[in-house]
């Protein structure tokens, strides 16, 4: 495809299950990036991929997030022991060259996480 | 800490009339800047970038930039019912290792039949 995919478009969760979000970003695309965007509000970053190297999660909000992309494509978000604030849309953007300024992100549909 | 900063709205604008949305940022060191449009249970979708000072120009939508007074405008001219949305204005550094985007928290459009 085209564009960047993420899995599953829904998850309903209850509260202390764990979750993985799937995030597929176009091809050739090096850098990535998760975001989580709570309703009303813009994205809120949570961390960032270049290849494989995760370089920045100072975003995540506590130790029950992690994230990975093992090969420098895919890559997971997981959350642990979910809790009901943790009730967001997770957004995946990817980006094609590294570190430069001048390249644009471009989203995935997202997926909405709701916690029981 | 960064910020970037948005009137949220509502914005009501006749159709046909000029849509003007603001944004004010933080950091003098920021390098790029972008206008994503977001509609409801959408994704963003990325409709404007600019990185130096003036103006930028596509179709209907222009955007400015004043680096001096940390300042970042859309406007879209002749405004159609479906350019109802919420406008986010994000703002990139990217750096050595360091590359990061924030977002403002939007401003939803509403433009009037």
């Known amino acids: 495809g085209a564009g960047v995919s993420q899995s599953p478009r829904y998850k309903v969760a209850k509260r202390g299950q764990d979750v993985a979000l799937r995030c597929d970003p176009i091809?050739?695309?090096?850098?990535l990036f998760w975001y989580q965007q709570a309703l009303g509000q813009g994205p809120e970053f949570l961390t960032y991929?270049?290849?494989?190297?995760?370089?920045?999660k100072s975003g995540l909000p506590s130790d029950r997030f992690f994230a990975e992309r093992p090969e420098g494509s895919v890559s997971t978000l997981k959350i642990q022991r979910t809790q009901q604030e943790d009730s967001a849309v997770y957004l995946c953007?990817?980006?094609?060259?590294?570190?430069?300024?001048?390249?644009?992100?471009?989203f995935g549909p997202g997926t909405r996480l709701t916690v029981l | 800490q960064k910020e970037v900063e948005q009137n949220s709205g509502p914005l009501s604008v006749p159709e046909g009339a000029i849509a003007s949305l603001n944004c004010t940022y933080s950091?003098?060191?920021?390098?790029?800047f972008f206008w994503y449009r977001q509609y409801s249970g959408k994704s963003p979708e990325l409709i404007m970038s600019?990185?130096?000072?003036g103006d930028k120009e596509d179709g209907r939508f222009t955007a400015q930039l004043n680096k001096a007074s940390q300042y970042v405008s859309l406007l879209i001219r002749d405004s159609q019912p479906s350019d109802s949305a919420t406008y986010l204005c994000?703002?990139?550094?990217?750096?050595?290792?360091?590359?990061?985007?924030?977002f403002g928290k939007g401003t939803r459009l509403h433009i009037l039949p």
């Open positions: 953007a990817s980006s094609l060259a590294v570190w430069s300024s001048y390249n644009e992100q471009f």
């Open positions: 091809s050739g695309h090096v850098s």
């Open positions: 991929f270049q290849n494989e190297a995760q370089l920045d």
């Open positions: 950091d003098r060191g920021s390098q790029s």
């Open positions: 600019i990185y130096s000072n």
């Open positions: 994000a703002v990139r550094w990217a750096e050595g290792r360091d590359d990061k985007i924030i």
